[in-house]
């Protein structure tokens, strides 16, 4: 059966943060996921989560000055600190929140000189980040971002990031399959659910090309959402969306996978 989480990133922004977790809960969602909850406490965050019976998917690693373009560390040879400190954050917040992954960003290195030495801090970095997450019994989650929204990006492709993730020789690290970023950079995403089956722990969905609704574009997600099912992914599928207009006004594609509203 398909599930979907919200994305309190994207949906539901007309209201404050902690407000959109009340708004995902009356929507019928049973998950959400989201990037930074860093500027709150966590007790404040759990109590929303709580209070509207949600499950928590997915937190981002704390990735810099995101308004200055920072798409965070762990490629970025002169960010050691950095970054460390921002997966000892996102550790801590996982934990509390019962969230069970984080998405641990790679950085901008179009402007570093020498991309063996990002390669070689990547892999020192993410080694050291699983090690931090298994330790709380979490998984860590690596996403390929399109080079048209973020350029730059240290890992824009699906294949050479499983390569990557191949070289990290740790279990708990997985692909974070976002459909959108992965359909701008590769296609194939049909036969690439069933291929790399087992190898994402985490995926997300939007319409392409407009980042709108899954109900609009280029993807017939229904086929796409049975192929998940057809390789055993059973996760909520983050909504990684930015609605067309009210988030509520655009669900009707959600329909199926919501909660009843009582
Ligand atoms: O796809 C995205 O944009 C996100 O999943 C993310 O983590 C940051 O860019
Ligand atoms: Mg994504």
Redesign the pocket.
Known sequence: MTRIAANLSMLFTDAPFLDRFDRAGAAGFEAVEF?FPYDHPIAEVKTRLDRNGLRLTLI?AP?GDWAAGE?GFAARPAKRAEFRASVEQAVTYAKGLGCPRI?V?SGITADEPDRAACEAVWIRNMREAADMAAAADLSVSI?P?NSR??AGYFIAHQDPTLALIGQLDRRNVLL?F?V??TQIMDGDIIRRIERLRGAYGHV?IAGVPDRHEPDTGELAYPEIFAAFERAGFTEPL?C?YNPRGRTEDGLGWAAPYLRPVL
């Open positions: 990037l981002n990735a798409r998405h960003m996403e971002l929204d973020v974070q976002d959108y970023h997300q983050g990684e």
